[in-house]
Structure formats: C-alpha cells, structure tokens
C-alpha cells in the first residue's frame, strides 16, 4: 500500500451537478497531482499543487480546480459535470525536497456522470 | 510538450516466459523514467523507475533500460507468473517536480 488515500471510492452523479474529490498524500510529501483516466487509456495529468499553490496545468477546462491544504491533502473540484468527465481520477503524492522524485498513486475515485 | 508512444497495446505469453514492453519519448529533457502496474480497479503501482543517468536498472525478475540517444526505454519481466498479469504503462517526466506523461498502456496476460 502506498499511503496515498482517496475518497469517495465510487461516486455517481448527474449532468450539471459539481463534485468534490478529496486525496490524502502519502506522509513526509508535500506535492499532490491529480490525474484523469478514461477507460483503456493512461492518466491524463489535470494539475498539480506544491505549498497549495497550482504549479502545473494539463490541458483541461477551468471548471476543473483545485486547493491543498497546510497538511498538504487536497482537493479536486469539477463544476458544470459532463458525461465525457465520467472516468477513474487518481491522484498522486511526491516529494519536492532532497533527491525523491518517485510518485505513488491512490487507489482512485471512480466517477460516473449520467 | 513531451509525448510516450508505448508498443505492443497487448501481450500474451506463457508463464515462466520473459515479456518487454516499449516506449519512446519525445522531449530529449526528460530525466525520470517509471513504469506502472496496474490491476483491475485499483491504481497504478510503481514497480521499477530510471533516471536519465543510468542505462539499466534491475529489481529481482524486472528490469528497465534506456537509451537516451534513441529516446527509448523498456521493460523487461522475466519467469513471468500469473500475478504479472496486469495493465503495464510507462511514464516520462522532464522536470524535477513536473506531471508525468504516460503512454497509453499495455495490457500483459501471462497464460498458466
């Protein structure tokens, strides 16, 4: 097991409706970095947050945001769903100080929009 | 930006055999190199990484090599079992602290 948490686990929601996605980083890293995964294909990097500021953008729309916390768990917010934002979204905890650059995964939110 | 072009999407080998998956980069600046396993329903695990200042790196049955002039690198398993079977990607990321890009995956069956 990695450590990183993520919850809800599975989550079903309907057009138009906002949704919040929660991680927990894996203790002793600072960096958070959620990732979207369609189905048979590999994650997509939405943004990333260090010191909760966003430091790094992938090319997904604004209703897509995000915050960290002082313990440096964070948050992934979509307004506005669409059914194309149905898919597995991951987040991942690193490190930003000494020489770590290994990430570890959560186990994933599955969200399906309807 | 970076792009991972990953080869083959499927394979099937028999148990005890050795399997290798592809991958090319694009970005020349890419320094970090892991591949991820990932089982049904659950999220990638890291099982072996490079760093763009070692040609090979080996971990029991797993082993990663790379070659930066010709911007790939590769996984190799061998006495493959069962549990290998899995979704395989691999990763690159050209900055100390910056998002990976992935390649589309690999789906390894190991038959018994």
């Known amino acids: 097991e990695t450590g990183v948490t993520q919850s809800p686990t599975h989550l079903i929601k309907t057009r138009g409706q906002q949704v919040t996605l929660r991680c927990s980083s894996q203790?002793?890293?600072?960096?958070v970095s959620w990732y979207q995964q369609a189905l048979g294909q590999g994650p997509q990097f939405i943004f990333q947050?260090?010191?909760?500021?966003?430091?790094g953008r992938g090319n997904f729309p604004p209703r897509f945001s995000g915050l960290q916390f002082p313990n440096y768990s964070s948050e992934l917010n979509v307004n506005a769903l669409e059914l194309d934002d149905s898919a597995l979204y991951l987040c991942?905890?690193?490190?930003?100080?000494?020489?770590?650059?290994?990430?570890?995964f959560g186990q994933g939110t599955r969200l399906t929009v309807v | 930006g970076e792009n991972v072009e990953q080869h083959p999407s499927t394979l099937s080998v028999q148990e005890g055999d050795s399997a290798v998956i592809k991958c090319t980069y694009s970005?020349?600046?890419?320094?970090?190199f892991p591949w991820y396993k990932q089982e049904l329903g659950k999220g990638p695990q890291l099982i072996i990484d490079?760093?763009?200042?070692?040609g090979e790196k080996k971990d029991q049955r797993i082993a990663v090599t790379l070659n930066k002039t010709a911007k790939h690198f590769s996984l190799h398993i061998t006495e493959t079992q069962p549990e290998d079977s899995a979704v395989y990607f691999c990763?690159?990321?050209?900055?100390?602290?910056?998002?990976?890009?992935f390649g589309p995956g690999t789906r390894l069956s190991v038959l018994p």
């Open positions: 991942a905890s690193s490190s930003r100080t000494g020489r770590d650059t290994e990430a570890f």
């Open positions: 970005d020349s600046a890419s320094n970090y």
């Open positions: 947050y260090y010191r909760e500021e966003e430091n």
């Open positions: 990763a690159a990321r050209y900055n100390y602290g910056q998002n990976f890009v």
């Open positions: 203790s002793g890293h600072n960096t």
């Open positions: 490079i760093r763009s200042n070692v």
